[in-house]
């Protein structure tokens, strides 16, 4: 089945910089990367997505990127806020079912 | 916007008990699926429906079964409950086809705690 590493496990920026979190994945015929964030006790919230058939997505500070030959993509976040402070889990789908990463603890420095 | 209705929202129980989740999808949504996340961890995939049939299974105990019904809403049963299986259950719905429709909108968990 699929299978999705994310990387860093937890990243502490300071407020104003960017922050990005990488993802791979494992199987090729995947064709759906979605990104939420949770807050503590929270539900996941999708906050951008991706598909196979698109390289880039951009929404305000928020970009993603995808390499479908190497099997990874990637979320930017820039001009962090301390709001942005949160967990975010990428996930990989080929039909139904979501395959998440083990999420990145984001901390923004004030 | 309508959003994904769970209840209960906090639910304690003993071991070897049994508890029922409810979903509620949003509206003209045909899928459910429920994710079960411990603490400090990512949500795992338990079990999805589509239109009322069962349609992806996950990593469900034998000891939890769902099922969806003519209006959508969906149930998670638990039987002989484990300290193991305190958690945050999810709740999520999409539609079908490409684009939007698939996108899956989470609901704002039921935390079960078992003592």
């Known amino acids: 089945g699929e299978n999705v590493e994310q990387h860093p496990s937890t990243l502490s920026v300071q407020e104003g910089d960017s922050a990005v979190i990488k993802c791979t994945y494992s199987?090729?015929?995947?064709?759906?990367f979605p990104w939420y964030k949770q807050e503590l006790g929270k539900r996941p919230q999708l906050i951008i997505d991706?598909?196979?058939?698109?390289g880039e997505k951009k929404d305000q500070r928020i970009a993603v990127t995808l390499n479908k030959t190497a099997k990874h993509f990637s979320l930017h976040i820039t001009e962090t806020q301390p709001e942005d402070s949160a967990v975010y889990f990428c996930?990989?789908?080929?039909?139904?079912?979501?395959?998440f990463g083990k999420g990145t603890r984001l901390s923004v420095i004030a | 916007a309508a959003g994904v209705i769970q209840s209960p929202r906090h639910l304690i129980k003993e071991k070897r008990e049994t508890a029922t989740l409810k979903c509620y999808p949003i509206?003209?949504?045909?899928?459910v699926y429920w994710y079960q996340q411990g603490p400090g961890q990512d949500p795992q995939f338990l079990i999805s429906?589509?239109?009322?049939?069962?349609?992806d299974k996950g990593s469900i105990p034998d000891r939890f079964s769902a099922q969806q019904f003519s209006d959508y809403h969906s149930e998670l049963n638990m039987s002989s409950l484990e300290l193991g299986d305190s958690a945050l259950y999810f709740c999520?719905?999409?539609?079908?086809?490409?684009?939007?429709?698939?996108?899956?909108?989470f609901g704002p968990g039921t935390r079960l705690l078992v003592l």
């Open positions: 999520a719905s999409s539609g079908t086809g490409q684009g939007e429709e698939e996108t899956q909108y």
């Open positions: 199987d090729s015929a995947s064709n759906y």
């Open positions: 991706i598909r196979s058939n698109v």
């Open positions: 996930a990989a789908r080929i039909n139904t079912p979501l395959v």
């Open positions: 509206p003209r949504h045909d899928t």
């Open positions: 429906f589509y239109e009322k049939m069962q349609s």
